[in-house]
DNA sequence: TTGTTCGAGTTGTACAGCCAACCCTGGCTA
DNA sequence: TAGCCAGGGTTGGCTGTACAACTCGAACAA
């Protein structure tokens, strides 16, 4: 639960959630009503339409003027949180994830960096080497750059530390927007040594910014996956688009 | 221009889009009040407050408690269609846009795809394995298959036809919901005849569910793209998560 | 049988208002 | 100097209302 904050379209967000997931109305059933949700649950049909549209932002039911909204799936949506931290996620599937930072350099920004970090010329960034396990064994090398602030926190760390995120948010570091490209890449020599393949076998990369609630970048990641390991899924609709495609690089 | 229903949200979110993609806040600069805008714009907060909802899921700009909304970032955000449609795609980036019918094959559908379209134990459907192009150089193998009310109108398009999705959207076939799962394929045979690679090689792998209004399924697709022509983008966030992250296969 | 019309039901859009939670700054205090 | 605090500004959450746009089945007509 990346936000636990008790409102009341989150309660009744996370109710019906619960009663999709328990098959209530079926896959393809039809939803109450707003207006019988709204008397149900003691709230205005607002409130209701706020619930209801997180759950179409999930994909978990269509909507459209005229009729009763329609489940379209029954799947677990990730929170956000479980998708920004690699050691939540594993956890979240009941896998034992694992980390070791491989080396952490600290020096001047190249202007790659400055561009997706936003800082002055002259700022120096923290780069972390890491290689993440599942039960042991290794699935994903990370390399994230941090702006000095948050790098110094990194550094100060356990090399062996699970969870760097985790750690992080508990100092106020907080993440909350986040934009991921994905594509595929050719292990180098560190990806090859540190999971274990080939140089020049294909790897599934996800490249990450993410951004505090002011909107300043806390971090911009590269993490390489061994294929089978993982796939990402996307849901978007008409409603809410946040997927594109892009041309390579 | 995935829905031009002109209401007062859109209105007022297409300008704030354009006035973002000026420049006219600065990238990481801070946009007016919502009272502000709703003054200047002639409607209410609500009104705005929906509008801002919209580029928020696009990742434009941020939003916290107590302080206004800061610009995230001016990238152009494509529309659901650019997304669903590889014609419309090509086009938005000023790529021609080509592709051509290998094969179509109507037989009874298998348990995967009773499953993923939703049939009856009986029914047939139409597979579409297919070729696309950038500039006539072939990019992608798309292998799609459709439920046989929709394979019909398929089964009668030109094979040349440079987009299905076009004038199945003509014949009212509309497509709302889609979703998405994003990971690596090692191409065979076909594939390699197709793209001119190798068998074995890796392929970016879209695969993609999408759904009607209604919530029917109306087609289920399997894209393979060779390195380094496309990658995928996503916008997520605490306030609207449509990524996830799922084990492989 | 087929097509049309009608109307109840439902969601979409928009307005207005209220208060809480939160950010930030400037002034005050120790 | 450093820290605290008050207060104005801003967004989040919620209510209530009204009407428009749309779906779908039932009743009806050809």
Redesign the interface.
Known sequence: M??GRQTMYRKVAADLRQAIADGAYG??GRLPAEGELATRYGVSRGTVRQALAVLR???LV?S?RG?RR????TAR????G??LSFTR?ARS?GEEPGGRVVEIIRSPADEVEREQL?LEPDAEVYRVLRVRTLSGVPVMVERTVYPEHIGALVEALDPHAVSHTVPLQEQGVLF?????????ALADADDARLLGCLVGD???RERRRT?D????PVEWSQDRYL???????????????????????
């Open positions: 990346a936000d896959s393809g932002a999930d994909g269509t459209r009729t329609v489940v379209l799936g949506v990730q929170s956000f479980e998708l996620w599937i936003r909350t927007d986040a934009h991921h490209t994905i594509d595929l294909p790897l599934l951004t609630p002011a909107g300043s294929p089978g390991t993982v796939a990402f899924t996307v849901h978007n609709s008409t409603a809410v688009t946040s997927l594109s495609r892009r041309t390579g690089i």
